[in-house]
């Protein structure tokens, strides 16, 4: 469990990092007389990351169906942190002039490519390993993972900007964040290179009850629930991304506080997010994954547009209370589903269903977020139009959810340990 966990962290902080460097980055990789042509330039670049995804998904997908759950983890982290180290390092445009945006884009790609593997196996691999009756609080792990990834990216961005200087950050600062997630890929290393792999793929292997090609036998046998993960991605990525990498960007530009103050308080707002998704866990282990997640649909459909309404003209303390009271939902949505992926595939297909759904999904709503809602800003004139956006999504989820006739994951369900149980058939 702390091996997917503290993946997770390594992952998303790598990929995310990026995001709260992109006010600091983008006139150093994209300099440009328009200060919003340059972000809209830098947030292109973040965003085609999450393009690389679904084939790092298929990839991956087919690494963990046919070669083990562990593989798939342990090389998915490795190529991360390669490719971090290496945008750690790059020469700026007026160095080399469009080499940089250039080798930019091929570190971004490849830390896009990685990490269309880690949530989709480590999702797999905590659901096969957990047991049955608390794959709600262990989903949870793997969220509080990519949240407190996120948190530590937004922390060590703060603490950098609050260090040096304008000009220091602009001429090295920058480049310390991506160096400081280090010591943390080395302990993610050293746990997965420790951990089994789950039972479940042990035992399929002995018996050699494995897919030759997993994404020939998804499309044959399972494409609907492909579509089922795609549309609950779209609520989870919007609602997650906005809150993770967007607000943070909104509350400077259009509220015009400082960079240092919004990002430490994104920073605890994300932290809060974070101490939220093992009570989430419980929630869903509780009362089932079908209410917990109608309840954070509705929740961000409901708080989006007043929330973003309190963030510009109110003060900061405000802008921040309005922050945590929508970022709710995203704890609400990531735990609920979280055992749902999985148990709508067949373990044979398993990891390359949850990992091309969901990141498809995260092409469509997630990494293109930020570039969203800055795009809808500027061509309508509206700080609030963001919020069309999320609740737009928040209707995509929840239609999604409709199509899902089977009972969802619901321990209170099951009979207790020791009675006679059945397996759970996937909830088509």
Same mark, same amino acid.
């Given at each position: 469990?702390?091996?997917? %966990?503290?993946?997770?962290v @390594?992952?998303?902080y790598d990929?995310?990092?990026?995001?709260?460097?992109?006010v600091?980055?983008?006139?150093?990789?994209f300099?440009?007389d328009?200060?919003?042509?340059?972000?809209?330039?830098?947030?292109?670049v973040? /965003?085609?990351a999450?393009?690389?995804?679904?084939?790092?998904g298929?990839?991956?997908?087919?690494?963990?169906?046919?070669?083990?759950?562990?593989?798939?983890?342990?090389?998915?982290?490795?190529?991360?942190g &390669?490719a971090?180290?290496?945008?750690a390092?790059?020469?700026?445009?007026?160095a080399?002039?469009?080499?940089?945006?250039?080798l930019?884009v091929?570190? !971004?790609?490849?830390?896009? $490519?990685?990490?269309? %593997?880690?949530l989709g196996?480590?999702l797999?691999y905590?659901y096969?390993? @957990?047991?049955?009756?608390?794959?709600g609080? #262990? %989903?949870s792990?793997?969220?509080?993972?990519?949240?407190?990834? $996120?948190?530590?990216?937004?922390? @060590?961005v703060?603490?950098?900007?609050?260090l040096?200087?304008? &000009?220091q950050?602009?001429?090295?600062?920058?480049?310390i964040?991506f160096?400081?997630?280090?010591?943390?890929?080395?302990?993610c290393l050293?746990?997965?290179? !420790?951990?089994?792999?789950?039972?479940?793929?042990?035992?399929?292997?002995?018996?050699?009850?494995l897919?030759?090609?997993?994404f020939?036998?998804?499309?044959?046998?399972?494409? $609907?629930q492909v579509?089922? &993960?795609?549309?609950?991605?779209?609520?989870?990525?919007?609602?997650?991304?906005?809150?993770?990498?967007?607000i943070?960007?909104?509350?400077?530009?259009?509220?015009?506080?400082s960079?240092?103050? @919004? +990002?430490w308080?994104?920073a605890?707002v994300?932290?809060? &997010?974070?101490?939220l998704?093992?009570?989430?866990?419980?929630?869903?282990d509780?009362f089932?994954?079908?209410?917990?997640?109608?309840?954070?649909?509705?929740w961000?459909a409901i $708080?989006a547009?007043? /929330?973003?309404?309190?963030?510009?003209?109110h003060g900061?303390a405000v802008?921040?209370l309005?922050?945590?009271?929508?970022?709710v939902?995203?704890?609400?949505?990531?735990v609920?589903?979280?055992?749902?992926?999985?148990?709508?595939?067949?373990?044979?297909?398993?990891? +390359? %269903?949850v990992?091309?759904?969901?990141n498809?999904?995260?092409?469509?709503?997630?990494?293109?977020?930020?570039?969203?809602?800055?795009?809808l800003?500027? !061509? +309508?004139g509206? *700080?609030?139009? *963001?919020?069309?956006?999320?609740? #737009?999504?928040s209707?995509?989820?929840?239609?999604?959810?409709?199509t899902?006739?089977?009972?969802?994951?619901?321990?209170?369900?099951?009979?207790?340990?020791g009675?006679?149980? *059945?397996?759970?058939? *996937?909830?088509?």
């Amino acid at each position: 469990m702390a091996a997917a %966990g503290i993946g997770t962290v @390594v992952e998303y902080y790598d990929l995310t990092v990026y995001a709260y460097l992109a006010v600091v980055v983008s006139p150093l990789f994209f300099p440009s007389d328009d200060p919003t042509a340059s972000l809209l330039a830098s947030l292109a670049v973040f /965003a085609s990351a999450y393009l690389m995804r679904p084939i790092g998904g298929l990839f991956f997908g087919r690494l963990g169906d046919r070669y083990g759950r562990k593989r798939a983890l342990l090389v998915s982290v490795i190529l991360m942190g &390669v490719a971090t180290l290496i945008m750690a390092f790059l020469p700026t445009y007026a160095a080399v002039g469009v080499l940089a945006p250039t080798l930019l884009v091929i570190a !971004r790609l490849a830390q896009g $490519f990685s990490a269309g %593997g880690e949530l989709g196996g480590a999702l797999t691999y905590v659901y096969e390993i @957990v047991g049955p009756r608390r794959r709600g609080l #262990g %989903g949870s792990i793997v969220a509080l993972g990519s949240n407190t990834g $996120f948190a530590l990216a937004a922390i @060590v961005v703060a603490t950098t900007s609050a260090l040096t200087s304008d &000009v220091q950050m602009t001429s090295w600062g920058w480049r310390i964040p991506f160096i400081a997630g280090l010591p943390l890929l080395l302990l993610c290393l050293w746990l997965r290179s !420790r951990i089994e792999d789950t039972p479940e793929f042990e035992e399929a292997a002995a018996s050699a009850d494995l897919a030759k090609s997993p994404f020939k036998e998804l499309l044959a046998s399972q494409p $609907f629930q492909v579509l089922q &993960v795609f549309g609950l991605g779209i609520a989870q990525n919007a609602t997650g991304y906005m809150v993770l990498t967007y607000i943070g960007i909104h509350l400077v530009r259009e509220g015009g506080y400082s960079q240092t103050a @919004v +990002t430490w308080t994104a920073a605890g707002v994300i932290v809060f &997010v974070a101490s939220l998704m093992p009570i989430a866990g419980l929630l869903v282990d509780r009362f089932g994954s079908r209410t917990m997640l109608t309840i954070g649909l509705l929740w961000a459909a409901i $708080f989006a547009y007043p /929330a973003m309404s309190l963030m510009t003209g109110h003060g900061l303390a405000v802008a921040g209370l309005a922050f945590a009271v929508f970022a709710v939902c995203t704890p609400l949505i990531q735990v609920s589903t979280a055992p749902v992926f999985p148990e709508l595939f067949d373990s044979r297909v398993r990891l +390359t %269903g949850v990992a091309l759904g969901f990141n498809l999904a995260t092409v469509v709503a997630g990494g293109t977020a930020a570039y969203i809602a800055t795009w809808l800003i500027d !061509r +309508t004139g509206d *700080p609030l139009s *963001p919020a069309y956006f999320l609740i #737009g999504a928040s209707i995509i989820g929840g239609l999604t959810l409709l199509t899902i006739r089977g009972a969802l994951y619901k321990a209170s369900d099951l009979p207790e340990v020791g009675e006679d149980r *059945p397996e759970m058939a *996937p909830a088509h």
